[in-house]
């Protein structure tokens, strides 16, 4: 502990009144003060009468090293970044002229401000927060009437998986002594293939992939109203009745084009009669919602995350690598996925149909 200039003075005045003596000069110290302890330490005292003995002064040398940073810098710091001027510490660095190891520093140990990065979202049109909540609302309501109402839900979508996958640059780091300028190259049309998927709290129905017959093979094609309906009719009808659970189903699209054609709808129609949620339905989904279904919020994020993982080479290696990771999931997975909409519809009525953060 540093003392103060007055209380140095003070103890070596009495240190030489009491003849040179440290713990007498100590005992007088606390009796005029009325304290039972300090100022520091006998120890501390005799080295606080050496420093004045040999400099003739009691205050401490400069210190070598790099000078502390003033009260000044810090609060034009404090400014560039609550003003909004820039978002990184480089950028705070080339506008202040500050090494950037001092910004991060007085960032993170003086102003305790750290980096958080920004979450893409979908944007929503004005009357979106309103559907949205009515949504939610609903949802919830059906959820009161019967616990077990989510878990019958059967959420759908398409998804598009690229041979190359998604490169993160952030990852990929080459340790050397010197730079070897090292790419990633990305081809500017990279082959994919259109997955559909269905999920529920015991089971995933598919993939089905959307391909036509070429002369060189299969080839992916894109969703239209004719394929949808062909694919309802062909794969998705007949496997929820080997799975016994048309009859239980609660059909869930979103209202893309090919979802609403009117083949759609009469095979939606036939075979859910009032337990569909789709656009134009009397349970609409909400559009521009992907943060509400866990298609979206888990489940494409999740498997594209393991399918890569084997470095599929063809499409034939990258189809079995969805069909493979697909069958990998657990099924308590799959239920707290379902009941995590739960949590999410009461966000959005907390949020008053806006955006779903932090669930």
Known sequence: ??????VRGELIKLYYQNGMNAAEALRVYHRNHRQRRGPGTLQALRDLVRKFEDTGCTCNKPRSGRPTVSEDVVMEVHHTVTAGHTETARGIERVLDIPNSTVRKLLRSVLHMFPY???RVQMLEPGDPQQRLDFANEF???YDADNDWPLRILWTD??????NGSINTKNCVHWGQTNPHAVAPVPLFDAKVTVWCGITATFVLGPFFFEETTPTGPATCSVTGSRYAAMLKNYVLPELRRRNALNDIV???DGAPSHIARSVKRLLDQHFGDRIISRYYPFPWPARSPDLTPMDFWFWGYLKSTVYLCNPQTLSDLKDSIRREIGNI?????RAAMLSTVSRMQCVIACDGTHVENV
């Open 1 to 6: 502990m540093v003392l103060p200039g007055k």
């Open 117 to 119: 990065r920004f979450k």
């Open 140 to 142: 919830l309501l059906r």
């Open 158 to 163: 398409e998804a598009h998986f690229t041979l």
């Open 251 to 253: 059909w869930m699209q």
């Open 330 to 334: 657990p099924r308590a997975m799959l």
